[in-house]
């Protein structure tokens, strides 16, 4: 099964920082990456497929890179709502793996 | 609107039975792949099963193959789950996705004595 390793575990920043979370797969996963976001209490939302495709009505801000094994989720000019558990998730093959979640909090 | 609704979640002694449904509105199930994943108190998201949009292929975690059972009715364009000798490690919220476009709000399975 392939594995999914995000970092860091949490971080803080401020609003209007931009924020890089990593996510690295145990074995190439071509282009078959995605990224969600979960607020407290709610349902996983998605926020990009395909590595760097936004989903319909998530802000420009939000941006998605990588190939291979390594991928990046990048948040830039942080806002409040962004408070929340980023998870990478691969859908090459199955098992589908998330990784384990990166916390941010806004300060 | 794409709409996913769970529903099913329950109180189940270790041992016992469950099935969940999730009902779909906008969208009809038959071409797309639909997956179960779950998420235990305080733990991230686990993936769970999927049946493959076409084929009907199932698909299952290595934490629940031969317990769970994927399936779907395509005239009440309803998602099922059905879990057969629930352990403890099964509680969780439990949400049905079409994994990158749509989630459900989830419903709790709490397996205990």
């Known amino acids: 099964d392939i594995q999914m390793t995000q970092s860091p575990s949490s971080l803080s920043a401020s609003v209007g920082d931009s924020v890089t979370i990593t996510c690295r797969a145990s074995?190439?996963?071509?282009?078959?990456l995605a990224w969600f976001q979960q607020r407290p209490g709610r349902a996983p939302k998605p926020l990009i497929s395909?590595?760097?495709i936004l989903q319909s009505g998530v802000p420009a801000r939000f941006s998605g890179s990588g190939s291979g094994t390594e991928f990046t989720l990048t948040i830039s000019s942080l806002q409040p709502e962004d408070s929340a558990t980023y998870y990478c998730?691969?859908?090459?093959?199955?098992?589908?793996?998330f990784g384990q979640g990166t916390r941010l909090e806004i300060k | 609107e794409v709409q996913l609704l769970e529903s099913g979640g329950d109180l189940v002694q270790p041992g016992g039975p469950l099935r969940l449904s999730c009902a779909v509105s906008?969208?009809?199930?038959?071409?797309?792949?639909m997956s179960w994943v779950r998420q235990a108190p305080g733990k991230g998201l686990e993936w769970v099963s999927v049946?493959?949009?076409?084929?009907?292929?199932?698909y299952y975690a290595d934490s629940v193959k031969g317990r769970f059972v994927i399936s779907s009715d395509i005239s009440k364009n309803t998602l099922y789950l059905q879990m057969n000798s629930l352990r403890v490690e099964d509680t969780a919220v439990y949400y049905c996705?079409?994994?990158?476009?749509?989630w459900g709000q989830g419903t709790l399975v709490t397996v205990s004595s």
């Open positions: 049946v493959a949009g076409g084929s009907g292929d199932t």
């Open positions: 395909t590595v760097s």
């Open positions: 074995q190439g996963i071509r282009n078959s």
């Open positions: 998730q691969h859908y090459v093959g199955y098992p589908f793996t």
């Open positions: 996705a079409r994994l990158i476009q749509n």
């Open positions: 906008g969208l009809s199930l038959g071409p797309y792949s």
